[in-house]
């Protein structure tokens, strides 16, 4: 467990750190599918790929979190006023894309870390989170349209950005003996 420990531990709490946009959770996260592995009987001898299997267990935790966080939030505010919480000013650690995936929502944030993050291919995400893949690839889509437009223009490694795609101009019916059909 140690050498699987040492292989994987910064790469899985990069991963969480990504959709959970906080580096403190993503350690614990991360700590916790450990612990978890540790105290199954057989650890992790049954598993064809350890790691995969402690991603899951950090992305499910990082789930379950965050619906025991909204339900408390939905019981606490029930009665009161809902308030305006002041943020701390972004501090030197924080990045552009670290604020524009903490901005996306929950869904898009978790295909787009898996995926990109994780090098996890659709239909493996789709089996992660139980949905199909077909939702899996319309929120990589509406993720990354999401991301585009919060980054701008940022271009990250001085590459030149892709150039927009243009349809072309539309054909036009000759004005001798058209009948107003348009031939391909």
């Not at 040492?6 to 959709?19: D, E, W």
């Not at 350890?50 to 408390?72: H, I, K």
């Not at 892709?162 to 001798?176: G, V």
Request: include cysteine; proline fraction near 7%.
């Amino acid at each position: 467990m140690g050498e699987l420990y040492h292989a994987c531990y910064r790469r899985l709490v990069a991963q969480v750190y990504a959709f959970t946009t906080d580096l403190t959770e993503a350690q614990d996260v991360v700590q916790e599918a450990f612990a978890r592995a540790i105290a199954r009987p057989q650890g992790l001898a049954d598993v064809d790929n350890p790691e995969a299997w402690l991603r899951t267990v950090a992305v499910n935790v990082v789930r379950r979190r965050w619906r025991r966080r909204q339900l408390l939030n939905t019981i606490l505010l029930r009665d009161r006023p809902v308030t305006r919480l002041v943020e701390p000013a972004p501090g030197p650690e924080r990045t552009d894309l670290r604020e524009a995936l903490a901005g996306l929502p929950v869904g898009y944030r978790e295909v787009i870390v898996l995926h990109y993050f994780a090098d996890l291919p659709v239909e493996e995400i789709a089996g992660l989170l139980g949905v199909p893949g077909g939702t899996v690839k319309s929120r990589l889509s509406r993720g990354r349209a999401a991301l585009a437009a919060e980054l701008g223009d940022y271009q990250g490694g001085g590459a030149p950005a892709p150039a927009a795609r243009t349809e072309p101009p539309a054909r036009t019916a000759r004005a001798s003996g058209s009948s107003g059909v348009k031939h391909a």
